[in-house]
């Protein structure tokens, strides 16, 4: 009944792995003498009882917060001098992002300059004019020429100004423009960042042409970032917004976190027949970086509590296609069972036959053992 391997001399009982006229309850057990046990670790986990709920399983995919996304765009034709933060930079608001040279931004400055020297002027002969008109020194018609002179040129002024505002250029840099700006010719002006966030998109090169229509910079706040996932119009009826879940990210599988959904979407994709919804997720630490998969698990809330026995899902293993668990009998001894999976618990599952209440599994080291089960299982064929 025993079999001994010529490698480790592990023994093992062989059960319907090998021969399909086995019952299913037959159990396999494999004995570990103590130099097999050397170097692995083994842990275990207690099969338990535990309330099962219906739940909805979904595929989601990290998203930026698109509420915290902005498309950074020139207001006008420019040609890229320098080009500052590389894709995935972390810049702050107000930051230079790229400098631009604009012929017709130069143009409009210089209109300005010019017009706010006019201004002066006019101003000036206006005042030197009333003052004259009213000493009865002037004639009216010089007042009035004076003054409509004066007019033009304030109205003048005010367009140009404002035809400098809507291609944004900020009031403050309007004040204080002047003919001999030390090292910063008119034609310059800086793309900035409207706020703090990361460069998700950079589609700018140094010399290109941009026109208002182009988006060289795509910014992210990344301090949170949308859950986005697809409800199949069947589940519809068990999901509301508010509705708490359980998700975890295919680069952290060991880690369940909580969301809430945020927002279900009114319209139904006639094609994959499925909803959008979407949660808000904090990611401070940045962890969460857009693209990335996750698996979303809502509890349906009408659904009835049963309990059922479950145990971690780290403790079952696949033997030729098969789930199978292994329970220690004492250190270096485990009986081999095949089992019966129910609903999916995370971090745990629910065993609908082929496991006790109270029997120790072992979860660290299952893979191990489940390597020597196929072992003696390929040796017993070559026999």
């Known amino acids: 009944m025993g079999n001994s391997s010529e490698d480790s001399n592990v023994e093992t009982e062989r059960t319907s792995f090998n021969n399909p006229s086995h019952e299913e309850t037959d159990l396999t057990q494999i004995s570990l003498p103590p130099e097999a046990l050397e170097g692995h670790h083994f842990q275990t986990t207690v099969v338990r009882k535990q309330a099962i709920f219906q739940e909805i399983r979904v595929t989601a995919t990290i998203e930026p917060n698109q509420y915290k996304q902005a498309q950074i765009s020139p207001r006008i034709e420019g040609k890229a001098i320098q080009v500052i933060p590389e894709l995935g930079d972390l810049v ?22 010019q017009a706010r020297v006019n201004l002066k002027l006019a101003r000036r002969n206006f005042d030197r004019e009333q003052r004259l008109f009213k000493q009865r020194i002037s004639s009216e ?8 002179e004066f007019e033009r040129n304030r109205a003048s002024y005010r367009a140009t100004r404002e035809g400098l505002r809507m291609i944004g250029v900020p009031e403050e840099a309007i004040k204080e423009m002047q003919w001999d700006a030390k090292n910063h010719p008119l034609s310059y002006f800086h793309l900035t960042a409207p706020f703090a966030g990361t460069i ?24 949170t970032v949308w859950l986005s996932m697809d409800i199949f119009e069947k589940d519809l009826a068990h999901i509301s917004e508010g509705l708490k879940f359980r998700f975890i990210v295919d680069a952290y599988p060991d880690e369940w976190v909580e969301g809430t959904l945020a927002h279900i979407l009114n319209v139904l994709d006639p094609a994959t027949r499925t909803v959008h919804a979407h949660a808000v997720i904090e990611n401070r ?34 033997v030729q296609e098969k789930a199978t668990a292994f329970v220690e009998i004492e250190p270096g001894t485990y009986a081999v069972r095949k089992v019966i999976l ?42």
Do not use: C, H, W
Not at 297 to 307: A, L, T
Not at 349 to 373: D, N, P, R
């Open 92 to 113: 702050q608001e107000g930051q230079t992002l790229a400098i631009l040279d604009s012929l017709e931004l130069g143009q409009k400055k210089a209109e300005l300059l």
């Open 141 to 148: 018609k010089e007042f009035l020429n004076a003054q409509g």
């Open 200 to 223: 998700v998109a950079r589609k700018i090169t140094m010399g290109e042409v941009i026109q208002p229509t182009d988006v060289p910079f795509t910014l992210a706040d990344l301090t």
């Open 285 to 318: 630490n940045g962890r969460y970086r857009p693209g990335m998969f996750a698996t979303v698990v809502i509890r349906i809330p009408s659904s009835e509590k049963q309990e059922g026995l479950v145990v971690s899902q780290t403790a079952i293993q696949q």
């Open 342 to 383: 129910g609903t999916t618990v995370p971090p745990d599952v629910e065993i609908l036959q082929g496991l006790k209440e109270g029997e120790a599994v072992v979860t660290e080291g299952s893979f191990y053992l489940k390597s020597i089960l196929l072992a003696d299982s390929m040796g017993a064929d070559s026999d």
